[in-house]
């Protein structure tokens, strides 16, 4: 990592603060790199002949979206480039069993899927996990440790039920996770992964929430639940990714806003407006998430089906309301976003302002610390 920094800062390969920025200095951002590398070496060393078609399907999937990221990091891709790149790497996932969801085990009274039924549904989730993965990585170390928490829930999952290719595949999730938040939450020597990285995460996350639904009756023992209940604890360990693009993509709607419009409607926008510093969200994020695991898993536990569906889904609700009212406080502060804005249009009318300039304007507007914040 220390030498992926120097190299995209000798070559200018670096983040530029916006308006939307919640960082204010340029930044390398090419920490994904390291995450592609350290899979490299993790592939080579469990390489087997019977494990080959296994990793060259991952290989191949890995390295596309590797390069799709890779892509957009040096210069921004439209939507439909960057969702082509998804859906070549997912195409090659489709074509394992255990890759994509052909049965529902009884969920809701759902049982086989057809083939078009289930490859259609399985890049849908692909898709959907992976753009709402890389829209969570906004903030330092939110999608660093919410990917933490979510490696580690399925380890401990594959680990009880004997999968342990996935234990691997998780445990050097974690390792390349801590390792890069060193750097990530650092003043002096900050990183960020990039897209580059929030999509390999993204696609290893569906990979293995795709393997853990598609096991066998028999394994699921181990785990003290149902089979059929593995959907709502699958979901439960995904919720901040899940739950934010569910409601910024609500929001827009709401809004008429096209789906790729931005904004600051984001869980880590509200609480960072809301005067939380960066490591106090990402983790009190992943504290969320930890305990809506814990809820959701005991209520199915002991309760069954229906108790953590209603379980997780009032931890959804309890999220809303709270965003909801902090988003009404947080009014008069969005205000002078929209005034300090307006300023910068007056003062730079030409076209092609470059965003240092626009960087430096919001710092002398900062310093009048009378209107401005």
């Known amino acids: 990592m220390p030498k992926i920094r120097t190299l995209s800062l000798h070559r200018g390969f670096v983040a ?8 204010t200095s340029i930044t390398p951002s090419f920490g994904g790199v390291s995450f592609y590398i350290a899979l490299l070496v993790f592939f080579a060393l469990v390489f087997s002949q019977e494990n080959i078609l296994l ?49 529902l085990h009884g969920f809701l009274g759902v ?12 890049t849908f989730l692909y898709v959907s996990l992976m753009n709402a993965y ?10 660093s440790i919410i990917g933490i928490v979510v490696a580690s829930s399925f380890g401990v999952l594959f680990f009880s039920i004997g999968l342990y290719f996935y234990v691997g595949l998780c445990v050097v999730i974690v390792g390349m996770l801590l390792a890069f938040l060193r750097f990530n939450f650092s003043s002096k020597r900050k990183l960020f992964m990039g897209d580059t990285g ?43 990714p899940a739950f934010d693009i569910v409601r910024v993509v609500c929001i827009r709607k709401i809004h008429k806003k096209p789906f790729f419009s931005p904004d600051r409607n984001h ?39 229906i108790t953590g569906i209603v379980v ?10 709270s965003l909801f009212v902090l988003n009404r406080r947080l009014g008069p502060k969005r205000m002078k976003v929209k005034l300090r804005r307006f300023l910068f249009k007056i003062t730079y009318p030409t076209p092609n302002v470059t965003a240092e300039k626009q960087l430096i304007f919001n710092k002398k507007l900062k310093l009048i610390r009378i209107f401005f914040f």
């Open 16 to 23: 530029i603060p916006e308006e939307r920025s919640s960082h």
């Open 55 to 103: 990793l060259g399907t991952l290989f191949f999937s890995v390295s596309v979206i590797f390069f799709t990221g890779l892509k957009d990091d040096l210069k921004d891709i439209s939507p439909k480039a960057k969702l082509l790149g998804q859906c070549i790497a997912i195409g090659a996932l489709l074509f394992h069993s255990e890759f994509r969801i052909t049965d």
């Open 111 to 122: 049982t086989a899927l057809p083939t078009f039924v289930s490859v259609l549904f399985s």
């Open 134 to 143: 890389n829209l969570i990585d906004g903030i330092d170390g939110l999608a």
């Open 198 to 240: 929030s999509l390999i995460l993204g696609l290893l996350f569906g990979v293995l929430t795709m393997r853990l639904l598609s096991v066998g009756f028999s394994t699921v023992s181990a785990l003290g639940i149902s089979r059929s209940y593995l959907p709502v604890l699958a979901l439960a360990i995904l919720s901040i």
């Open 267 to 305: 869980l880590h926008h509200v609480l960072i407006d809301s005067g939380l510093s960066h490591a106090k969200t990402s983790l009190l994020a992943g504290g969320i998430n930890i305990w809506l695991i814990t809820v959701v898993y005991n209520a199915l536990l002991q309760y069954g089906l």
């Open 312 to 321: 997780l889904f009032a931890g959804y609700f309890v999220l809303t309301v």
